[in-house]
């Protein structure tokens, strides 16, 4: 397992653990005992350090490497899952993933960013970072669950929209613009997961949704920490400061109205019990999407336009 920097006592404990299970192993000596008053000191510093997790350490864990990615939530959740390519424009992005299947009974349309898990995947996905090709894929895969009435589902892990100058040549800008359009004029059910990073635009062009939900431990803001450091303390060493005047914790974010519901995560993060993590999720997008279904097409796109035209409006005279 990877363990982040303020971990490093829980990583001693388990590692010996780990000694002792393989002396167990090996020499057959009866340690269960010793192996469960260990488990109860992990478990016991698991529960308090995650209880008082500062907004950088929860920036951590969001870009945990084993924390559950996009392509991990659509094998667990969605069944005949068939992706559709391009943007009938320019090019085939892989760092925004989508297509149709059916969750739970029900045919969706699923959109959403993959980072990749090893160097390899994480290159061919450009580490989730989409290039303008990505956004407008996301367009039509919209338009399409639209014209025949299918809900759609984004799952959001993104640092932000790819910054490279091939990008800001094919309008990126526009593209995330357009995507945020589309999101707030279709028809049909949007539901929004917010499952690790959340950065800029790059996370809002997918999230401007009837239901926002964010897991436990995962980040959403305007700006990176560090990105948001470099620009107001000329540094990047002011990242946990940056972190902290950002509110971009699930819990800030509920406080402030800008998600709609967070989903708790398992003792020690979403990277410790993947499959109850992604049940959890599951479970809470079906009972928004149950709900949702319930309403005319009008209302759902007069709502969701609603809804964000009220954010920050509360106390402003």
């Not at 299970?21 to 005992?33: G, P």
């Not at 990073?197 to 920490?225: F, Q, R």
């Not at 599951?282 to 009972?287: A, K, S």
Request: net charge negative; glycine share 8%; hydrophobic share 40%.
């Amino acid at each position: 397992m990877n363990f982040l920097d303020f971990e490093k006592p829980i990583a001693e404990l388990e590692g010996k653990i780990e000694e002792l299970r393989h002396l167990s192993d090996t020499d057959e000596i009866n340690i269960a005992d010793e192996v469960a008053r260990l488990q109860a000191k992990v478990d016991k510093l698991l529960k308090s350090t995650y209880a008082k997790l500062t907004p950088w350490q929860k920036t951590q864990v969001a870009r945990h490497p084993d924390r559950p990615h996009f392509s991990d939530y659509v094998a667990h959740l969605v069944e005949d899952f068939t992706p559709l390519a391009g943007d009938r424009a320019f090019a085939e992005d892989r760092a925004i993933i989508g297509g149709l299947g059916r969750f739970r009974g029900r045919s969706v349309m699923v959109i959403g960013h993959e980072k990749g898990r090893d160097t390899e995947s994480r290159v061919r996905h450009n580490f989730g970072m989409a290039r303008p090709e990505g956004y407008r894929k996301a367009r039509r895969l919209m338009a399409m669950a639209d014209r025949f009435h299918i809900p759609v589902v984004t799952l959001v892990d993104t640092a932000g929209a790819y910054p490279g100058v091939d990008a800001e040549a094919r309008g990126q800008a526009e593209a995330i613009a357009r995507a945020i359009e589309s999101c707030l004029a279709i028809r049909v059910p949007l539901i929004t997961a917010i499952i690790g990073e959340g950065g800029s635009g790059g996370a809002i062009a997918l999230a401007a949704a009837n239901t926002v939900v964010m897991l436990e431990h995962s980040i959403y803001s305007v700006i990176s920490p560090e990105g948001c450091a470099s620009i107001l303390w000329r540094s990047g060493d002011n990242a946990q400061d940056a972190a902290e005047a950002l509110k971009l914790t699930a819990q800030d974010l509920h406080r402030l109205g800008v998600v709609d519901l967070v989903v708790p995560e398992p003792l020690g993060g979403a990277h410790r019990a993947r499959n109850q993590t992604m049940d959890a999720l599951g479970d809470t997008i079906e009972q928004s999407l149950t709900a949702l279904l319930a309403l005319d097409g009008g209302v759902l796109r007069a709502r969701r336009r609603d809804k964000f035209l009220e954010m920050g409006r509360q106390g402003v005279h």
